[in-house]
């Protein structure tokens, strides 16, 4: 079992839903991140919160808004997505975000949008 | 742009052969992580390599780091059918990111 618990496991949206991704770890760990991953296709970095402050975003489209309400929560709200944005969502941690910082990812939530 | 190419993209092998995969870039790294992902799962870390010319061993894993550090090498001995996955190998870039290479899918077959 991973320590990174990511709810729901599967989703499906229409196009004008809002809904919520949920991440969570209790390592400690004080980065969290987010990856998007296609079909056969590595994870793509969307964003990445240091010390629950947003410290990376990938110039990503503003219908993927990222929370940090404390180190132990990470969350993903969606609204408005398109069909494209269609994958496996990964939520991912590790100790500090250092350059050798090794990440533990969670197993995802598989996403489609109808 | 790819930072980190792999090679092969696809490698389908029976059990109890050996296989090699390969990582490489025309940048230097601080270190390079491999990971796999099974199907339906999150990538899982199998190592980290920090120092130029390191060979780890993990069981029938042997991961080496090339002495110039701008490549690396994944090699199973005898693989099962539990070797099966996408292998990734991932390096930080001069922005601080980690960037994944494409991912080599590796099928065994008993």
């Known amino acids: 079992d991973t320590e990174v618990t990511q709810t729901p496991k599967h989703l499906v949206m229409g196009m004008t839903n809002k809904k919520s991704l949920k991440c969570e770890q209790h390592?400690?760990?004080?980065?969290m991140y987010w990856y998007k991953q296609k079909a056969k296709k590595p994870p793509e970095l969307m964003f990445v919160y240091s010390y629950e402050k947003l410290s990376i975003n990938e110039s990503v489209p503003s219908r993927f808004s990222p929370e940090c309400p404390n180190s132990s929560l990470l969350n993903l709200h969606l609204h408005a997505l398109q069909p494209e944005d269609s994958a496996l969502y990964l939520c991912?941690?590790?100790?500090?975000?250092?350059?050798?910082?090794?990440?533990?990812f969670g197993n995802g939530t598989r996403l489609t949008v109808t | 742009t790819q930072l980190l190419e792999q090679s092969p993209q696809f490698l389908s092998i029976q059990e109890g052969e050996n296989l090699t995969v390969y990582c490489n870039s025309s940048?230097?790294?601080?270190?390079l992580q491999w990971y796999r992902q099974e199907p339906g799962e999150g990538p899982v870390l199998l190592v980290t390599v920090v120092t130029g010319g390191e060979v780890k061993k993990l069981k029938r894993l042997t991961f080496q780091f090339g002495d110039a550090r701008k490549d690396s090498s994944l090699h199973i001995t005898a693989a099962q059918t539990g070797d099966t996955g996408l292998y990734l190998c991932?390096?930080?870039?001069?922005?601080?990111?980690?960037?994944f290479g494409a991912g080599t899918q590796v099928v065994v077959t008993p």
């Open positions: 940048s230097v790294f601080s270190s």
């Open positions: 991932a390096g930080t870039d001069s922005w601080g990111k980690l960037q």
């Open positions: 991912a941690s590790s100790p500090d975000g250092g350059e050798n910082s090794p990440l533990h």
């Open positions: 390592m400690g760990h004080r980065a």
